[in-house]
């Protein structure tokens, strides 16, 4: 079975070439709004399942992956700033606290219509962050396609002061550990 990644984010294209497996990309076609009252935690699965849907239900013999990443404190969300201005609102608002990154994963057999998903916890504390340093971390990095404004993969590694979870690929937005448990459970051959 052909393995399609529903996602055109160089990140997870990147972290998918670790398992040298053959696979190609497909952009899904989701409305990523949260539903009223949704947690952040299920607003990040039911995104990751609904990318893998959206483009397993135009294949077969496929086995397609869908990935999401929510970031949030409290109740607040934080998305894809996609602007400068709300990467530094973003960051300003996380300066100096924790933030958890929920990253889920989702694998579809294109022909059974098998279903798993599983979520990641990534617990971020930000250090006490200037102006300044805000500023030219934007400038530097370009953040503005990652959730949270932090590329923990790159230079974003200096805002943090720690970091904790079960998977570091999550963070960087695909988390592979619970991908390789999904894949195997489908008859892939990993090391």
Do not use: W
């Not at 530094?88 to 889920?104: D, N």
């Not at 294109?110 to 916890?121: F, H, I, L, M, P």
């Amino acid at each position: 079975m052909k393995i399609v990644l529903a996602s055109t984010s160089p990140y997870r294209k990147q972290l998918l070439e670790r398992f040298q497996l053959p696979f190609e990309t497909a952009r899904p076609e989701t409305d990523e709004t949260a539903h009223p009252g949704e947690l952040p935690a299920a607003l990040a699965e039911r995104l990751a399942i609904d990318k893998a849907r959206a483009i397993a239900e135009t294949l077969e013999h496929a086995l397609v992956i869908g990935s999401d990443q929510v970031a949030y404190m409290g109740t607040e969300i934080f998305g894809k700033p996609g602007t400068v201005e709300r990467a530094i609102a973003q960051l300003t608002r996380m300066s100096g606290h924790e933030v958890i990154f929920h990253t889920a994963v989702a694998l579809i057999n294109a022909d059974t219509k098998r279903v798993q998903c599983e979520g990641v916890v990534t617990r971020v504390r930000f250090r006490t962050l200037s102006d300044d340093e805000i500023r030219r971390y934007i400038d530097a990095e370009m953040p503005l396609d990652c959730a949270g404004s932090a590329k923990s993969e790159g230079l974003g590694i200096t805002l943090l002061d720690a970091l904790a979870g079960d998977d570091p690929t999550a963070l960087i937005g695909l988390p592979l550990i619970a991908l390789s448990r999904m894949l195997r459970a489908e008859g892939v051959l990993l090391p």
